[in-house]
């Protein structure tokens, strides 16, 4: 089984919606954790909105910091924003290190539909790239 661990900033959004998607689809392919460089302690209710129209529940998952040790047991970190990709702590070369550039959705400005349509665009560009990586696993790839 692929150890991947998603990193943010905070871990309030995209990571936890990456995190929701790939132990969705890649059940018994992968293990799948999240984390934030600089967590803020909660799971955005707009991502979880998000995520229940997509019918996955994250609503029980957990904003947290990065644990070193678990850290240095994944195949693959994925970092889904730019200050996470410049500050995640050092992995050795065995650890496949990929960078997925996701708008925030956190900082939409707008209506309500305006700011929950931002969440929604990054969910479905998340999704489509997590059903990507399982496909690629599935077929050997990485």
Same mark, same amino acid.
């Given at each position: 089984m692929?150890?991947?661990?998603? %990193? /943010?900033?905070?871990? *309030? ?9 790939? =132990?969705?689809?890649? #059940?018994?392919?992968?293990? *799948? ?12 209710p707009?991502?979880?909105a998000?995520? #229940?129209e997509?019918? $996955?529940d $994250? ?6 910091? $990065?644990?070193? +040790?678990?850290l240095? #047991?994944?195949?693959?970190?994925? *970092?889904? /924003?730019?200050?996470?990709e ?11 290190? +990929? ?11 707008? *209506?309500?539909?305006?700011?929950? +349509? #931002?969440?929604?665009?990054a =969910?479905?560009?998340?999704r489509m790239?997590?059903e990507? %990586? $399982?496909?690629?696993l =599935?077929?050997?790839?990485?």
């Open positions: 692929l150890k991947i661990m998603f %990193l /943010c900033t905070g871990n *309030t959004c995209r990571s936890q919606m990456a995190e929701g998607f790939a =132990r969705t689809l890649g #059940k018994a392919i992968v293990d *799948t954790h999240s984390a934030g460089v600089d967590p803020a302690g909660y799971v955005h707009k991502a979880i998000a995520m #229940k997509a019918g $996955i $994250i609503s029980g998952q957990a904003s947290k910091g $990065i644990d070193q +040790e678990l240095l #047991k994944m195949d693959m970190v994925i *970092t889904l /924003c730019g200050h996470a410049e500050t995640c702590p050092f992995t050795p070369p065995h650890i496949k290190r +990929e960078h997925w550039p996701i708008e925030d959705p956190v900082k939409a400005m707008g *209506t309500e539909e305006e700011v929950m +349509e #931002k969440f929604r665009k =969910r479905d560009e998340i790239r997590v990507n %990586l $399982i496909k690629e =599935r077929n050997g790839g990485l």
